[in-house]
């Protein structure tokens, strides 16, 4: 689904009025048929970012600004909310995915197929109805209702233009996650994926009392010091290949369990590390390698424009963007390694029979 601009998405007192070609107005009119006490799960996709927690929080509080009674928000174990995000407003909505009961409407947002969704992947299919919110290019269509647009900077904007379409007016508090989305996947709004409709919102939800300077402080300007070393430690075993992506070059890293442990750091912590190594200038690819909490791999893929990492990732099992995706992998280091290289600069000769070498991939991760 592509839509337009927020401007062009008036608030509709009478959504079921809308035209059946506008996959929001359907899902307004959905919403608006429901009763008030009628039970909603929300539920993101596993170890969530900001735009994960900041669109499914933002559209929860904006539910309960309609009314709604029985609104719960989750994502899959492991259910911890990484520190970063602990300020959000609407955690009390949070509960624990082995609490989430079949719902009258479920909505996912940000994940890009079911099984990022883990266990909440059940309830969501048992309910009469299940809204999907994301933009994500690599999201094949589920659920009762799709509400994906991969031209959207960040599922915050799609759940925005959702709550505009309901007639939800922005308060602090939903501002504040819809804009920690909207700055999470935007890379504070550095990326090319920051239009004018972005900035647009952006004024909106500062205006609606959004703390940008609150907000930056806490999700890319705040690390402990344990984090920092770990960092160190990343940084100092990183990799140029220059050859690599066809003469664009590759950095690439990759950090250990006992890396975490020996700093004392949650795995989250190692998720904007990736962004970092970016900024090699020597390089358009960047790859890191982190543990995952089942015992595989989670890679994470950045390109500085010039290499669709999208296409690599999909290819690997995984999914995303063209600037940033990931997937996950079992088998070792080097192995995962060779996979990402050989999907970046394809083997000329003979195509390796399976099990030849290299890692088995799983949904993305990164």
């Known amino acids: 689904m592509t839509t337009g601009a927020a401007a062009a998405h008036p608030r509709a007192s009478d959504p079921d009025h809308a035209g059946a070609d506008d996959p929001v ?11 008030r006490d009628a039970a909603v799960l929300l539920a993101c996709h596993v170890n969530p970012d900001g735009d994960a927690l900041g669109s499914m929080l933002g559209f929860g509080l904006g539910l309960r600004r309609l009314g709604f009674s029985r609104v719960r928000a989750s994502f899959p174990e492991p259910f911890d909310v990484p520190e970063p995000f602990r300020f959000l407003p609407g955690l009390d909505l949070l509960v624990p995915p082995a609490d989430a009961e079949t719902p009258a409407l479920g909505l996912s947002f940000d994940a890009a197929s079911p099984t990022r969704l883990g266990e909440l992947a059940a309830p969501l299919q048992r309910a009469p109805s299940w809204l999907v919110l994301d933009h994500h290019a690599s999201n094949p269509g589920f659920g009762t209702l799709s509400l994906v647009d991969p031209t959207a900077a960040a599922t915050a904007l799609v759940a925005a233009r959702l709550l505009d379409r309901l007639g939800v007016d922005f308060d602090e508090a939903i501002a504040t996650c819809l804009y920690v989305g909207l700055t999470t996947d935007t890379g504070s709004f550095r990326f090319d994926s920051t239009t004018p409709e972005v900035h647009a919102l952006a004024a909106r939800l500062v205006g609606a009392g959004a703390p940008p300077a609150e907000i930056a402080l806490r999700l890319f300007d705040s690390r402990p010091y344990g984090a920092l070393r770990l960092l160190a430690d990343v940084l100092g075993r990183s990799e140029l290949s220059p050859a690599a992506a066809g003469g664009r070059g590759l950095v690439s890293s990759y950090a250990l369990p006992e890396d975490l442990a020996r700093h004392d750091q949650p795995a989250h912590v190692l998720e904007s590390f990736v962004d970092i190594l970016r900024t090699a200038s ?9 543990p995952a909490s089942d015992g595989r791999w989670s890679v994470s893929l950045r390109s500085r424009g010039a290499t669709d990492v999208g296409s690599v990732a999909v290819a690997l099992g995984g999914g995303g963007h063209r600037l940033a995706a990931g997937f996950t992998a079992d088998g070792d280091v080097p192995g995962v390694f060779a996979a990402v290289r050989d999907r970046l600069d394809p083997p000329t000769g003979p195509t390796p029979a399976a099990g030849d070498g290299g890692p088995t991939s799983g949904p993305v991760q990164g």
């Open 25 to 35: 107005a359907m899902a307004a009119a959905l919403i608006g048929r429901l009763d």
């Open 282 to 290: 020597d390089a358009d690819v960047a790859c890191l390698v982190k």
